[in-house]
Antibody, heavy 124, light 108 residues
């Protein structure tokens, strides 16, 4: 079965960087985009961007441009999302997610498979 | 950017009730609208895609409708496990997607 397993919780100082991993299993890793969504405490869902594990192409929400980097290691079916120059407002649960089918992209994008979430706390 | 506005932000209901949650887009998004359920401490779960299609494994008491700018999620005969937060999400402007702010459904 499809599984996305994320790395554990992190506590970081302001200005530091954090790298969250998302290990995929149960399917061909390079066949599906990986999306990253975050959720600040008590707040709603915020889409951050996507990674195509096959081409290594990425796309980021403008507010995260230059501060977020999405990468992958296809040999271990793992996607990564790194946030640099952390500030308190980056305290959130970060999720990786995947569409249900290969054709579920573009205007038909929906996210059916989700990781368990990784809490990143930014505090001095 | 397309903005998604849900209403109400929260509502209270009892087991067995029916409820409707509304999602409005800032411009027409055709039927490119999905609904998710999120229970506390859990990842979101896809319920409805393309405005009115029930995701596999989701109970039939959930239904979605709408097109253009106005959409609804209806839950009939509420069950205890349905008390959660619901989000709409548009996918009209790829690759960007946006979520509504969420509607918290509480037990009365």
């Amino acid at each position: 079965q499809v599984q996305l397993v994320q790395s554990g919780a992190e506590v970081k100082r302001p200005g530091a960087s954090v790298k969250v991993s998302c290990k995929a299993s149960g399917y061909t890793f390079t066949s599906y985009d990986i999306h990253w969504v975050r959720q600040a405490p008590g707040q709603g869902l915020e889409w951050m961007g996507w990674l195509n594990p096959n081409s290594d192409n990425t796309g980021y929400v403008q507010k995260f441009q230059g501060r977020v980097t999405m990468t992958r290691n296809t040999s271990i079916s793992t996607a990564y999302m790194e946030v640099s120059s952390l500030r308190s407002e980056d305290t959130a649960v970060y999720y990786c997610a995947r569409p249900p089918r290969v054709e579920s992209k573009g205007r038909w994008l929906r996210l059916s498979y989700w990781g368990q979430g990784t809490l990143v706390t930014v505090s001095s | 950017d397309i903005q998604m506005t849900q209403s109400p932000s929260s509502l209270s209901a009892s087991v067995g009730d029916s409820v409707t949650i509304t999602c409005r887009a800032s411009q027409s998004i055709s039927s490119h609208l999905n609904w998710y359920q999120q229970r506390p401490g859990k990842a979101p779960k896809l319920l409805i895609y393309a405005a009115s299609n029930l995701e596999s494994g989701v109970p039939s008491r959930f239904s979605g409708s709408g097109s253009g700018t106005d959409f609804t999620l209806t839950i009939r005969s509420l069950q205890p496990e349905d008390f959660a937060t619901y989000y709409c999400q548009q996918s009209y402007s790829p690759p960007s997607i946006t979520f509504g702010q969420g509607t918290r459904l509480e037990i009365k």
